[in-house]
T-cell receptor, first 114, second 111 residues
Framework: ETGVTQTPRHLVMGMTNKKSLKCEQHLGHNAMYWYKQSAKKPLELMFV???????ENNSVPSRFSPECPNSSHLFLHLHTLQPEDSALYLC?????????????FGEGSRLRVL | SQELEQSPQSLIVQEGKNLTINCTSSKTLYGLYWYKQKYGEGLIFLMMLQKGGEEKSHEKITAKLDEKKQQSSLHITASQPSHAGIYLC???????????FGAGTRLFVKA
């Protein structure tokens, strides 16, 4: 099993759909992150969870709703998205939420909003 | 302007040639990270630099952090097609806790 697994790898949805992205880490880490990667733009940090508690919400629109039921799983619930939300969504984990060490990334979920 | 500037944005080199990618921060760095990303996939950690003047190597890739801890360079010697991808620098600034990233440098290696 790879360290950080994301599903689905690809997703196409309409603006009225509701879908969820899933991330699972098998590394025993305590912190998990959602990043958004758009073409030719820096990775944008969206959410940080440390020991299941949300410690960072980087001014993300409410149409993105994270959920962290335990330290190993992280979800990103999607609702009434806009075409500009089309991007690669990357999940990452680290040993702790201090973010002073290495981040371990999943392969990403490529989202296209029609 | 961005907190982390990478240059160049893209680079095409002939196989066997050396190349350098730069990452400049607008603030003093606590830690500087280099990652590689294959197109459309996740990021793979290459190395972390923390001390001014520090230099680390990973196979044919060497990265340095300047003395003032606001700039890093990544150097690839004798590039190969396997080096192709997007190189991203990430940084944690002194007093900060978030890793922010540069926009990346897209490297193409011609065989």
């Amino acid at each position: 099993e790879t360290g950080v697994t994301q599903t689905p790898r690809h997703l196409v949805m309409g603006m009225t759909n509701k879908k969820s992205l899933k991330c699972e880490q098998h590394l025993g880490h305590n912190a998990m992150y959602w990043y958004k990667q758009s073409a030719k733009k820096p990775l944008e940090l969206m959410f940080v969870y440390n020991f299941k508690e949300q410690t960072e919400n980087n001014s993300v629109p409410s149409r993105f709703s994270p959920e962290c039921p335990n330290s190993s799983h992280l979800f990103l619930h999607l609702h009434t998205l806009q075409p500009e939300d089309s991007a690669l969504y990357l999940c990452a984990s680290s040993q702790d939420g201090e973010n002073t060490g290495e981040l371990f990334f999943g392969e990403g979920s490529r989202l296209r909003v029609l | 302007s961005q907190e982390l500037e990478q240059s160049p944005q893209s680079l095409i080199v002939q196989e066997g040639k050396n190349l350098t990618i730069n990452c400049t921060s607008s603030k003093t760095l606590y830690g500087l990270y280099w990652y590689k990303q294959k197109y459309g996939e996740g990021l793979i950690f290459l190395m972390m630099l923390q001390k001014g003047g520090e230099e680390k190597s990973h196979e044919k890739i060497t990265a340095k952090l300047d003395e003032k801890k606001q700039q890093s360079s990544l150097h690839i010697t004798a590039s190969q097609p396997s080096h192709a991808g997007i190189y991203l620098c990430g940084a944690v600034h002194t007093g900060g806790f978030k890793t922010i990233f540069g926009a990346g440098t897209r490297l193409f290696v011609k065989a």
